[in-house]
């Protein structure tokens, strides 16, 4: 059964700092790329950060150049979303996404989210 968790979310006030973790099961998550989303009320789904499956390259949003890591550790099966110098505008539901692509086409797996709630 594959599986996405999310877990870190929580208040936290502007320029503080949070760590998200995405732990994956049921898929073969070293050979899947990563990214994190975000969705605030009423706007449209945020492609935030993506890493690859190796870990060698990442991309981030313009939005959040500087101040987001996304890193992942294929020996624990998870990826990480630092944020720093968090503002309200970051305020969001947080998921994370797999792709995976198989001799059998491509595979695509959504976790469930975590809110981000950044305000003093």
């Known amino acids: 059964q594959v599986q996405l968790v999310e877990s870190g979310g929580g208040l936290v006030q502007p320029g503080g700092s949070l760590r998200l973790s995405c732990a994956a099961s049921?898929?073969?998550?070293?050979?899947?790329?990563m990214s994190w989303y975000r969705q605030a009320p009423g706007k449209q789904r945020e492609l935030v950060a993506t890493?690859?499956?190796?870990?060698?390259?990442?991309n981030l949003a313009d939005s959040v150049k500087g101040r987001f890591t996304i890193s992942r550790d294929n020996g624990k099966n998870t990826v990480y979303l630092q944020m720093n110098s968090l503002k309200p505008e970051d305020t969001a539901v947080y998921r994370c996404?797999?792709?995976?692509?198989?001799?059998?086409?491509?595979?695509?797996?959504w976790g469930q989210g975590t809110q981000v709630t950044v305000s003093s």
């Open positions: 049921g898929f073969t998550f070293s050979s899947s790329v």
């Open positions: 996404n797999a792709v995976l692509r198989t001799v059998y086409g491509t595979r695509e797996y």
């Open positions: 890493i690859t499956s190796t870990g060698g390259s990442t």
